[in-house]
């Protein structure tokens, strides 16, 4: 369902098919429960493939982050296309994955690791129009 590869101490997990539900969404929680397992999971899911996540594709990727969360790891996101960007902003869940446009900037360790401060131009700002109450 996915290929897989270790570069350095990090595990990249790239899918052959689209997020939508069935085998290959149960294939990746159970390849990041496995990893997690093992040891700390430092995990980068590589998109290039893929241009299309289901509600349940979306489920599949917050569950595999919450498992590499509870097993004091991380889950990262590369290539991104912009149909999964934009319901990754929908669905606010841009606050809770770390994307990044290459493979080799996720890979690498994050400044937080390196006890440096968070760099204010990688602030995560929204494109929703400002909204107007009453």
């Known amino acids: 369902m996915f290929d897989s590869?270790?570069?350095?101490?990090?595990?990249?997990?790239t899918p052959k098919k689209n997020l939508v539900s069935g085998t290959e969404t149960s294939a990746l929680i159970d390849a990041v429960a496995e990893l997690a397992a093992e040891a700390t999971p430092k995990i980068v899911l590589d998109l290039h493939r893929?241009?299309?996540?289901?509600?349940?594709?979306?489920?599949?990727?917050?569950?595999?982050h919450?498992?590499?969360?509870?097993?004091?790891?991380?889950?990262?996101?590369?290539?991104?296309?912009a149909r999964i960007k934009s319901i990754l902003l929908v669905m606010r869940l841009h606050w809770v994955f770390e994307t990044f446009d290459t493979l080799e900037e996720a890979v690498a360790p994050s400044k937080r690791a390196l006890g440096v401060p968070p760099d204010a131009s990688?602030?995560?700002?929204?494109?929703?129009?400002?909204?107007t109450f009453s």
Do not use: F, K, Q
């Not at 590869?5 to 997990?13: A, T």
């Not at 893929?50 to 595999?64: Q, T």
């Not at 990688?122 to 909204?131: E, I």
């Open 122 to 131: 990688r602030a995560r700002v929204s494109t929703l129009p400002p909204r």
């Open 5 to 13: 590869r270790v570069v350095g101490d990090v595990y990249v997990l």
């Open 50 to 64: 893929i241009d299309w996540v289901s509600s349940i594709g979306i489920e599949a990727l917050r569950r595999s």
């Open 66 to 81: 919450l498992i590499c969360a509870e097993h004091n790891g991380w889950l990262r996101l590369t290539y991104v296309g």
